[in-house]
């Protein structure tokens, strides 16, 4: 059986949530990820009901990726943390509802030198494990990406592969290429102490100075030493294709192609569940 591919619907962010599925759909996804950015999540608890059987009707499946912009669940404003933890669980309880396989979790950022990311990283923590106890009666998984660059980062590459340790099982490890790669993190060693842990990859490239959300191989990652490791130590692990907006949506078909040519499929995993 061939490996499913997610598309994260940034491509298409701004286009209508039903029209971006379908889109995506035409041009192959087998799963989509939503990003619930954008005015047409600004009232999103209210529409969970009536989109949920919508959703689940159509011939894809979904993850979930919470609102990414102004989000901070570890800055040094309560407010700000207080916000970014309630959309995460409302995005959590959306999963819930669609049977969403996971949710993003951006663990925060340190926006300054003059703050301390020991505490910030404490705070991540102590939200994380907040959220795994709601997403766990969900079956939701919490995937928590490698976020920030520029030094904006919470964590190190050998602090972000211990993170998890002690926190509960609903929570996973999701490495974004991209992000590891302006950081100049080894993405092979990282996908082999994460392989635990690994619930996805948010595969993009970039030149390695600036998140440019580029097609495979347009910038300067070395993917096949990063298939090579995928292949070794996680092929059950999700590969999501996190295309910049206005990415021509046949680039998403042409990296799917060959991300099944180059990536092998686990046959431990039940395809058919995603």
Known sequence: MQKKICYSDLAVLSHGLFDTIDELIKYGADKIELLMDGPKWDQMEDLFLGLAPRLKSLPVRY???????????????????????SEYKKAIQFAGLIGASHVVIHPGFCFSPVFNKQKAQQRAADSIHQLCQIAKPLDVKLAIENVGYNGSSLFTQEEYTSFLDGIDEAAGFLIDTGHAHLN?????????????RLLALHIHDNDGTGDDHLSIGEGTIEWKPVFAAINEYAPQCELILEYAPNTPLEKLRESKDLLRREVQTNPGVKHDTY
């Open 63 to 85: 993850t979930i990726h919470p609102p990414a912009w102004d989000i901070n669940l570890t800055s040094e404003n309560r407010a700000t943390r207080e916000t970014a933890f």
């Open 184 to 196: 100049k993190w080894d993405i092979p060693r990282l996908v082999k102490e994460t392989r635990e």
